[in-house]
């Protein structure tokens, strides 16, 4: 049986999901529908890079999670991606009665936006999920256009210096003290994003801290045999 939620928007469809488009102060919002959602609307937040390998998406919204994206296209986890992401929450909660303790989900460079909103708002999760995470601004940006970027974004101060408040890794604190579960995918010979300075930096520092992580090494991508595993292990951990 299909959802019966009253979801504002442009409906479409999305992999035979009812899916919906709307705006949020002019900022595009998607919502994916699952056909059978659990009890208290639970979803799944793609912090960045909607569509693109969504194994884990389907997967979840099998077992009756909404989908949830919404655009911080290029703010590199930023002060302008933190607002975008606070208004984003605070009307799926309060307007569409969606569960106040989603998964946080990213890929890549949207692990920026994914740490550093968990950690302005640890009790607001119930799990977070990287694979691939870019967590570290000493390894990122490098050309001149993305510094220029993540000037405007405020992660970079005027003379391209790291602010500090906005490396994730440099700010794990309240995610451990939390105990909010971490799931990592990584590939250990990872051409793009510097494995030593991200994902093992990342769960060298969950690991000091006795913090609650969970590590698979291995081209994933979000996709694999044990896809339904990790699904099945993130419906548990939603509170």
Not at 62 to 86: F, K, S
Request: net charge negative; aromatic share 10%; glycine share 6%.
């Amino acid at each position: 049986m299909k959802s019966k939620m009253t979801i504002p928007g442009n409906k479409g469809i999305w992999h035979g999901y009812d899916s919906f488009r709307f705006e949020i102060e002019g900022i595009e919002c998607i919502v994916v529908s699952a056909d059978s959602p659990l009890k208290g609307n639970p979803w799944i937040w793609r912090a960045r890079f909607f569509n693109a390998d969504p194994a884990l998406d389907l997967a979840m919204l099998r077992n009756g999670v909404h989908l949830v994206h919404t655009d911080i296209t290029d703010l590199a986890g930023g002060p302008e991606a933190m607002r975008r992401m606070d208004r984003f929450y605070d009307y799926l909660v309060e307007k569409l009665n969606f569960s106040p303790a989603p998964i946080l989900e990213s890929y890549s460079r949207g692990a920026l936006p994914a740490l550093n909103w968990g950690i302005r708002n640890p009790e607001k999760l119930s799990m977070l999920i990287l694979d691939s995470p870019l967590c570290n601004l000493k390894s990122w940006p490098k050309s001149a256009f993305e510094r220029e970027l993540c000037r405007k974004a405020g992660v970079l101060a005027e003379d391209f210096s790291i602010v500090p408040e906005w490396n994730p890794v440099e700010n794990l604190a309240p995610l451990i003290q939390k105990k909010v579960p971490v799931t990592l995918i990584y590939e250990e010979k990872d051409n793009v994003i510097p494995i030593k300075d991200n994902a093992a930096l990342l769960l060298e520092l969950f690991k000091d801290g006795n913090g609650d992580i969970r590590a698979y090494s291995g081209k994933y991508e979000f996709t694999g045999d044990d896809i339904e595993q990790l699904a099945s292990s993130a419906v548990k951990a939603l509170k």
